[in-house]
């Protein structure tokens, strides 16, 4: 991994779901934080440097076997620690104190808070003589305001839990910073040594004060200068990539997607006219899209190829139906297009990708570069000749990727585009693909995007489009009968695609849209809105 900021936190991985989440929030006040595996040796972290540490939760018990353990000599390297949740009581187990199930387990011979005065909270018998239990959800929770961790907090707010065990001693040399109703250990701190420990999850916007737990931790605790910006990293990557990249040639496959398209005025940036962009148009793109991507890029990369094999890739798809049949054919297409200009650029040093960084921590290969398994870029590496893949993105956020993009001046509607799938309209057209409903699609769905972008609503939803449904219906226009097509409209508001809500979308904006493509788009003759959430239904219709 790329030394890119001298100031760094690293977030220890046990397994929790919400490590993107803690990364994002972390980098979101500015400092720079990279996700690692729990089995980083203490060496390794030495090496690595942080000026913090933070474990993430897990779905282990800490005291069962086989549960996720870190290499315990990193407590003795002098670097500040914040266990969250699961985190926490590694932190409890590991330095002395007892980590025990949850449950109706009764307060009697565990430690209670009306026995602990001393540590700092004062006693409350709200909570003293109630049993312990396991903690889902929003919690009412008190906090020790004169910690550091909770300066500037509220004597008591909303935080969210998610815990069967709880801390039933808290290790010596540590004090209680914070209690709930049903639990007398929900924060724990040692601040001589820096260690920090929150049964709750910060990094969840349903804990109210969670980002300010957050930066109190990298600010106060730490000592984080909070300098991590997308200037800095622009600057830094440039000078990076001129460094590796010397005066060889580089080749990037540009989709017109945020991530290649911000990859290549990265690259065009740094290595000038060492930069070859072989954008593929396969004319399954959206109304204007690949006039827009060649007007952005042609300016930018003085060899920018656009490859219009619209005609061919609809010769390939004549006559399928199936959604993953016309998927493989476009994806092998997409190669042998890029591939025949590739043997035209001959031997390039290196061939870009736009990877991102949920794609790297996913993986869990973060040394090695990974092909993403989309499919206009997945396969390129056997057959294009190149020495070493470069993922100039590989260690930014999805939003992060977009800020950068706006810092090198790329247009905000291509900076903000939304998903769009590889093989493009072709499975938003349900069956054969010809030229005609192609066309239909387009007008469609360009008259959708207009009006929500018009009604100032395309920021409340995550992707959104027309889809042409293989429904012919019967209608009436003018004094005559129509027999017509009929278009479905989709949209979806989701974290991360693997589930989705349907949108609701204000009837009125509804109304506006369907009207104008029954009198605009030729052929249609009903609008239909899909009201199915992933699961069960998928986000495309193929
Ligand atoms: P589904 O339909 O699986 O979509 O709920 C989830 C997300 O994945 C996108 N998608 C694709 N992206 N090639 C892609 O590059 C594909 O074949 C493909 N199929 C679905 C979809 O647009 C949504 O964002």
């Not at 290499?71 to 002098?78: C, I, Q």
């Not at 949108?503 to 899909?530: A, F, G, K, Q």
């Amino acid at each position: 991994m790329t030394e890119i900021q001298n100031e760094k936190i690293l977030i220890l991985n046990f397994g929790g779901q919400y490590d993107q989440l803690i990364a994002r929030r972390v980098r979101e006040c500015g400092v720079y934080c990279e996700v690692h595996p729990y089995t980083m040796s203490a060496d390794e972290i030495r090496v690595f440097a942080p000026i913090g540490i933070i474990f993430t939760g897990g779905p282990d018990s800490v005291y069962a076997e086989g549960s996720c353990h870190p290499d315990t000599t990193l407590f003795t390297l002098g670097i500040p620690v914040l266990g969250i949740c699961y985190g926490c009581q590694l932190l409890a187990h590991h330095l002395g104190g007892l980590v025990t199930a949850g449950g109706l387990v009764t307060a009697g011979g565990l430690t209670t808070a009306g026995d602990e005065t001393e540590d700092g909270v004062s006693s409350r018998e709200s909570y003293s003589r109630e049993p312990y239990s396991r903690e889902y959800g929003k919690t009412l929770t008190y906090f020790d305001t004169e910690n550091p961790l909770f300066a500037g907090l509220p004597g008591q707010s909303v935080t969210w839990m998610s815990h069967g065990d709880f801390m039933a001693r808290i290790p010596d040399g540590f004090v209680r910073c914070a209690t709930s109703d049903h639990c007398p250990n929900v924060a724990i701190s040692d601040e001589k040594h820096g260690f920090y420990g929150v049964q709750f999850h910060p990094e969840v916007s349903h804990t109210e004060y969670g980002q300010q737990i957050l930066r109190n931790f990298l600010f106060r605790i730490c000592g984080a200068h909070g300098t991590w910006t997308m200037q800095g990293y622009r600057e830094h990557a440039i000078a990076e990539l001129k460094e590796k990249i010397g005066g060889e040639k580089v080749l990037l496959a540009l989709s017109g997607g945020v991530d290649s398209s911000v990859c290549a005025a990265l690259l065009a940036e740094a290595v000038g006219e060492q930069l070859t962009c072989v954008f593929v148009d396969h004319g399954l793109m959206r109304k204007n899209e690949g006039d827009e991507v060649e007007e952005v890029f042609s300016h930018r990369c003085k060899n920018f190829i656009r490859v219009n094999a619209g005609a061919h890739f609809l010769a390939k798809l004549a006559g399928v139906e199936d959604p993953e049949t016309k998927r493989k054919i476009i994806g092998e297409e997409f190669i042998r297009v890029f591939e025949a200009e590739a043997k035209k650029i001959g031997h390039v040093a290196y061939l870009a990708q736009g990877t991102i960084y949920p794609d790297v921590i996913e993986s869990g290969k973060d040394k090695a570069a990974t092909i993403k398994s989309h499919h206009n870029v997945g396969g390129l590496p056997s057959v294009v000749d190149f020495r070493e893949i470069i993922e100039p993105l590989r260690l930014l956020f999805k939003d992060e990727v977009r800020g950068l993009g706006r810092e090198l001046g790329l247009p905000e509607a291509l900076v903000m585009r939304q998903p769009f799938p590889g093989p493009g309209l072709a499975i938003r057209i349900i069956g054969e693909v010809t030229e005609e409903k192609l066309s239909v699609l387009r007008e469609a769905d360009a008259i959708m995007r207009e009006e929500i972008a018009s009604a100032g609503l395309a920021h409340t939803m995550n992707q959104y489009f027309a889809v042409l449904t293989n429904l012919r219906s019967v209608g009436v226009m003018g004094d005559g009968r129509t027999y017509d097509r009929a278009i479905a409209l989709r949209s979806v508001t989701t974290d991360d695609f693997m589930t989705a809500e349907w949108t609701r979308i204000p009837y009125e904006v509804l109304d506006r849209i369907s009207t104008r493509i029954v009198n605009e788009v030729p052929h249609v003759n009903r609008v239909l809105y899909d009201i199915t959430s992933k699961p069960p239904a998928t986000v495309e219709f193929e």
